[in-house]
């Protein structure tokens, strides 16, 4: 039964490995290994570690490590590529269940995380979701307290066992043996190593206990007559036992503190990532794996929401899909600066022309685009620039009218009026740049001029089955509108209004049954007035042509998401969008549109937007999810942005641009006298605004509660601030006295002189022992062994004179001075009478023992 | 804690992580791989965790450790380590304690012994005790410490080494053994003639000091028959004389130049004879006890019985050193003038040896040795096979179960 660190330890790894193969499966696209990896942590965890009814011996363990390579092996055999790579994983995995149903010890352990940690490298090599950077915090939160695990079981293991160690100094002639060499095991190892590779590491080739630290590699012990038997025997020092129940500290606070790590390691991968240089990609000819490559690239999306074609009930649930289809980014033309939109941005995809039966296509003349742009028109160009992400289809979408621009890898194509670029440049992300009038005061405008000539009858076309219930509702809302015939655009804005605001009309994302009798725009004005976008545009374009009006079908996207991270609106596939366009010739415009537009060129009609999708009612629960979908949304877009698409440029614009240019200006403002001025001002200030703010009663408000918190942070932070100044001062000061006193000692140079005589003849102070006491067993000594009794009072006198200068801060009388000189030469005469060797032996000190004092 | 030093390491551990990390770092840079940074940073973490923490778990704990003052050789030494943890908030976990022990000097031989006690958790506030024991077999002074508070949580990348407290010094005095029945008839063959009995039956001739069993050969005389009847045998009672005479020990610590086994075996015997011989004295007390050393550095004490003499011999028998130079004629001119008439000297010497009162006036030329003072030397050789026959020593299990 193993004891409860064991335990924790036994399920902390266990999650571990299973949440890197998770992480690995994510990589490879596959539920197989997660899943059987699962099953076995389970197993594992009841059968090995809980119960111990099922744990491999060493013979097993062998086996199935050899079978997990052969199988290895044959997977590897003529392929490579993605196969390569998911044989690979799969032995990882083997391996990894493997050592699940052995009896675990700190080896197990170690390995066991290890490999954890290869899977989560390899893991890393592949492009992955948001579930990756989620589930990689859920690994630290459980690697973090596994290695603090494994470390506190070594050390209670570890000290266990070589608690005590026997020390021996050179002189001896013992010395430590630290590695003990089996040459059999050795040799085992070696085998292994050429059959299966660093898997050897994994194998079990028999335990053995080694002697370890501390023992000596002793020379034979005399035999002796066995009178003292003493003698031969080493000291022994036994380090205690654990009393049976002992806590192993592995408390309330234990977790938490571990639990603390979790932000503060975040924190520091936050710091670390944005900082880490990108250099480019280096192809050195390192082991080249199919889903090794590129991790920047991300898989085709299917388009969900725009299409070419509109079939008015086959789309069912409208796409909610929050996965990005395109951004875009407006700038000033000219000036470069970002350009503040406001509203929606409604962006172009197609534009349809022909109903029938339920179906919108495209039968046109086609339209070509004027070339240049208008010389008055340039001033007031915004620049959009697009990024696509990779779609199913060749469209791009924009803000219209544009101006084309030479060069760009994109094309008009004046037959379907549509902006494509090319078929192989579907599946990577595309970003190109046009020029747009449409954008005046930072909104989108509703008219815009047509380029040139218009066919108008095919934007009169009326389906092939009349709907006269769909013609009679237009008439009576023509008539209801009250406008002239020939005000097209009053008609049109009170039709467009009656199905976006009356209450009849409601917006529904889910599909409806209609009558199979009716064509389904019928049934939706006459009996089921619930649809998506595409009823209601289609509704409105053939009831203002009923009226005579020439409209059309435009399908895109309509976005209000801006990102203020980036400056960008994002259209995802949950903003596929219908719309209408109604043709205005130069007779059905009223000026006072025109000047809301203030195009100089109107000479060939225009188009004017009109919008009759109704918004969308939502329930509490939808907003909130709504709310949580688009934190998911964006979430995925910083992901995407931020993490997978981290590049050298992108670094150097983000991070290391911005910083350098905030240090630079910060430098230059400091410089100047008025940031000092400012400073002083709003330091005058403070206390004034301060008691402002919280008199009568201002303390009780969140800007109260948040300016408390602020002021007790910064006190606390300051206060630890001092609390590491004091520290570190009395450190250096510390220091500073140490040296002090170092430099004070050695101005005391006689008494250097004659510890460094006494030195050379194997004489030492001890630590334990003051000069005086030194001086006292060394004048006995000497005297005794050299014979001259003289000797005796000599050290004494010496070290009486040392402790006047080191203690009494007083220095020595020239004749003191020349008393101790004296005794010194004396003593060295003295010495150098006795050859070196004979009073060693006489004090029975080692030679080698002796040093020459440093 | 009255730290004095401190240091932080990198441990194995820690180095082989921090090249791990080196490598996927590099791994990282070189084929930008953004998660793989990502993964570098979230594994940076515990390196600058375990550096922070290291150090913080060694702030204000005191360490404190109690160690007798001296211990016989052989016999078991016990040390109590005391951690206190004076944090508020912070528990110390995985603190180890690590302990030097070293002998000074020459005495005891060369080796030092090292040892660490594990406390696995020290809550704030609250202090911890662990014990640790130990088996020193040579006599001698050693020194303790400095103890080092050392940490490697809560990974074990960092090391943290704190130098506590000073060092103490214990003395490993000289093992103690028994003197037999037939050192007491020798001694008293020696200083008082065989004719003279040692004990008596009669209670106001001395203290009782004990029982023991009648042998066989002895007086009947002797049997104290109400003991012998509360005990079912025969038995004889000990009586404890007040003698007014005084003893001397003189140790001379002789030993070749270079020694063999069995010269330092009787270097040791010597030794150890000669403590128990100023124990036995010391406990029978009454009388002044003289001792000398004939070693290393020639060393006189004498004084009245007591404790404070008996600590004070041990002592310095404990750290005693043979020499290869005769030292004993200086010995004997040192404290022969210490000596009275009724001094029984015993002279314990680790060579054959005569002492004639020709010997003691060649080492100094006068003749105060008076006569009734030779006759009261007695010399114990320890090299001498009979020694066995009034000296034995018991040996700690331990020792014997080691081989």
């Known amino acids: 039964m193993t004891d409860r660190l064991e335990r924790l330890l036994s399920i902390n790894v266990a999650v571990l490995v299973a949440l890197s193969t998770l992480l690995l499966g994510m990589g490879q696209r596959q539920v197989v290994l997660p899943a059987l990896m699962l099953v076995a942590v389970t197993a594992s965890l009841w059968l090995t570690d809980l119960t111990g009814w099922l744990r491999l011996n060493r013979t097993a363990t062998n086996g199935a490590m050899l079978l997990a390579v052969a199988a290895c092996a044959w997977d590897l055999l003529g392929r490579e590529g993605v196969s390569e790579a998911a044989a690979i994983s799969r032995l990882l995995v083997w391996v990894e269940i493997v050592l699940l149903f052995q009896q675990k010890d700190l080896r197990t352990w170690v390995q066991l995380m290890i490999l954890s940690l290869v899977q989560v490298t390899v893991a890393a090599l592949v492009p992955q979701k948001i579930w990756f950077g989620l589930l990689a915090v859920v690994y630290v939160a459980v690697g973090l307290p596994a290695v603090s695990l494994v470390f506190l079981q070594f050390e209670r293991t570890y000290y266990q066992r070589h608690g005590s160690a026997r020390l021996v100094s050179a002189a001896s002639g013992g010395r430590f043996r630290r590695f003990q060499v089996n040459w059999r095991r050795l040799g085992k190892i070696a085998l292994a190593t050429l059959v299966v590779g660093p898997l050897s590491l994994f194998l079990r080739y028999g335990e053995s206990e080694g002697t370890g630290e501390g023992e000596i590699d002793g020379a034979v012990k005399p035999a002796g007559t066995g009178r003292w038997p003493l003698l031969f025997h080493d000291a022994v020092l036994l380090v205690p036992e654990p009393r049976p129940g002992e806590p192993e500290g592995l408390t309330w606070e234990f977790w938490v503190r571990l639990l603390k790590f979790l932000p503060a390691t975040l924190l520091t991968a936050a710091v670390i990532f944005p900082f880490v240089p990108r250099l480019g990609r280096f192809e050195i000819g390192l082991y080249r794996v199919g889903w090794f490559e590129s991790n920047t690239r991300s898989d085709p999306v299917r388009t969900a929401g725009f299409s070419d074609e509109v079939v008015l009930g086959e789309l069912g649930l409208l796409s909610n899909d929050m996965k990005k289809v395109a951004e875009v980014e407006f700038t000033h033309t000219e000036s470069k600066q970002p350009y503040e939109v406001s509203g929606e941005v409604y962006l172009r995809g197609a534009v349809l022309t022909e109903y029938a039966d339920g179906q919108w296509k495209y039968r046109g003349q086609g339209h070509r685009l004027r070339r240049g742009v208008d010389p008055r028109l340039r001033s007031r160009l915004v620049q959009q620039k697009i990024t696509v992400e990779p779609l199913d289809r060749s469209e791009l979408f924009c803000v219209w009218p544009f101006v084309l621009r030479r060069g760009d890898r994109y094309f008009y194509n004046p037959k379907t009026e549509r902006l494509l670029r090319a078929d192989r440049q579907r599946n990577q992300r595309f970003t190109f740049t046009l020029d747009t009038p449409a954008l005046v005061d930072g909104v989108q405008v509703a008219l815009v001029p047509s380029d040139g000539p218009v066919a108008v009858r095919p934007l009169l076309a009326a389906p092939p089955h009349p709907m006269p219930r769909l013609e009679a509702l237009a008439r009576q809302w023509a008539q209801e509108s009250g406008a002239a015939p020939e005000d097209w655009v009053r008609v049109a804005r009170y039709m467009e209004s009656k199905l976006r605001d009356s209450e009849r009309f409601a917006y529904s994302s889910m599909g409806a049954v209609r009558d199979e009798q009716l064509d389904p725009i019928e049934d939706f004005v006459i009996n089921n007035p619930t649809g998506n976008c595409e009823y209601f545009a289609t509704a409105l374009t053939l009831m203002l042509r009923s009226q005579g009006i020439p409209a059309r079908l435009v399908v895109g996207f309509k976005t209000d998401e801006f990102s203020n991270l980036r400056n960008v609106f994002v259209a995802r596939q949950a903003h596929a969008h219908t719309w209408v366009e109604v043709y205005l010739d130069p007779e059905h415009l009223p000026d006072e549109l025109k000047a809301l537009s203030s195009f100089p060129d109107w000479s060939h009609g225009g188009w004017l937007r009109l919008d009759p999708t109704p918004a969308r009612d939502l329930t509490p629960v939808e907003a909130l999810l709504g709310g949580m979908e688009n934190w998911w949304a964006w979430l995925c877009e910083a992901w995407e942005q931020y993490v997978m698409g981290m590049n050298r440029q992108q670094q150097r614009e983000l991070v290391y641009g911005p910083l350098r240019r905030s240090f630079l200006a910060r430098l230059r403002r400091v410089g100047t006298l008025a940031w000092w001025k400012e400073l002083w001002e709003q330091v005058r200030r403070a206390p004034g605004w301060l008691a402002w703010y919280f008199a009568e009663g201002r303390w009780f408000s969140w800007r109260g509660g948040l300016a408390a918190v602020v002021l007790l942070l910064t006190g606390y932070f300051l206060w630890r601030g001092l609390c590491a100044l004091a520290r570190l001062a009395r450190i250096l000061w510390s220091r500073v006295a140490r040296h002090r006193d170092d430099s004070r000692r050695v101005q005391v140079a006689f008494y250097r002189r004659f510890e460094a005589l006494l030195a050379r003849r194997g004489l030492r102070r001890r630590t334990s022992q003051t000069p005086r006491e030194f001086a006292t067993a060394a004048g006995g000594q000497l005297a005794a062994v050299t014979g001259h009794a003289g000797l005796e009072g000599l050290p004494r006198q010496v070290a009486d004179a040392f402790y006047q200068v080191r203690f009494g801060d007083t220095a020595l009388e020239p004749l003191q001075e020349q008393a101790v000189d004296e005794a010194l030469g004396r003593l060295e005469e003295a010495l150098r009478a006795h050859p070196q060797r004979r009073l060693l032996a006489r004090l029975n000190v080692r030679p080698e023992a002796v040093r020459r004092p440093t | ?403």
């Open chain 2, 1 to 403: 804690m009255s730290a004095q030093k401190c240091r932080l390491r990198v441990c194995p551990e820690g180095w082989y992580y921090l090249l791990a990390l080196a490598v996927l770092l590099v791994i990282a840079i070189l084929r930008e791989a953004n998660l793989l940074v990502l993964v570098v940073g979230l594994l940076s973490g515990p390196i600058l965790l375990g550096w922070g923490l290291a150090i913080r778990t060694l702030r204000m704990l005191e360490v404190e450790r109690r160690v007798p003052r001296s211990v016989g050789a052989g016999d078991l030494l016990v040390v109590r380590v005391r951690v206190t943890n004076r944090r508020r908030r912070l528990s110390s976990w995985a603190v180890i304690v690590e302990d030097r022990l070293q002998p000074e000097g020459a005495a005891g031989g060369n080796t030092a012994v090292r040892s660490r006690t594990f406390f696995g958790h020290i809550p704030s506030g609250e202090t911890r005790q662990r014990t640790y024991r130990g088996r020193m077999t040579q006599r001698g002074r050693y020194r303790l410490g400095p103890l080092e508070v050392q940490t490697r949580f809560p990974f074990g990348f960092f090391s943290r080494t704190v130098v506590a407290g000073g060092t103490e010094t214990v003395t490993i005095l000289p093992r103690l053994g028994r003197l037999r029945p037939g050192w007491t008839a020798r001694r008293s063959e020696a200083f008082e003639g065989s004719h003279r009995p040692q004990l008596r039956q009669t209670r106001g001739l001395g203290d009782f000091y004990g029982v023991r069993e009648w042998r066989p050969g002895e007086s009947r005389r002797w049997i104290h028959w109400r003991s012998s009847a509360r005990h079912d045998t025969l038995v004889v009672c000990q009586l404890e004389q007040h003698r007014e005479f005084d003893v001397a020990v003189l140790l001379d610590l002789w030993q070749p130049r270079r020694p063999g086994v069995a010269d330092r075996e009787n270097v040791e015997l010597a030794v150890s004879f000669t403590a128990t011989v100023v124990a036995e004295v010391c406990r029978q007390g009454g009388s002044s006890l003289s001792l000398g050393i004939a070693g290393a550095e020639p060393y006189c004490l004498s004084g009245p019985v007591s404790t404070p003499l008996l600590q004070e011999a041990m002592e310095r028998l404990a750290v005693a050193q043979p020499s290869w130079e005769d030292h004993l004629a200086k010995l004997l001119d040192r404290i022969g003038p210490q000596l009275g008439a009724n001094t029984d000297v015993i002279l314990v010497t680790t060579r054959r040896i005569r002492i004639d009162h020709e010997r003691l006036q060649a080492a100094d030329g006068q003749a105060w040795w008076k006569q009734p003072l030779v006759a009261r030397f007695r010399v114990v050789d320890t090299s001498d096979a009979r020694l066995a026959e009034y000296f034995e020593t018991d040996w700690p299990v331990a020792v014997w179960a080691e081989d």
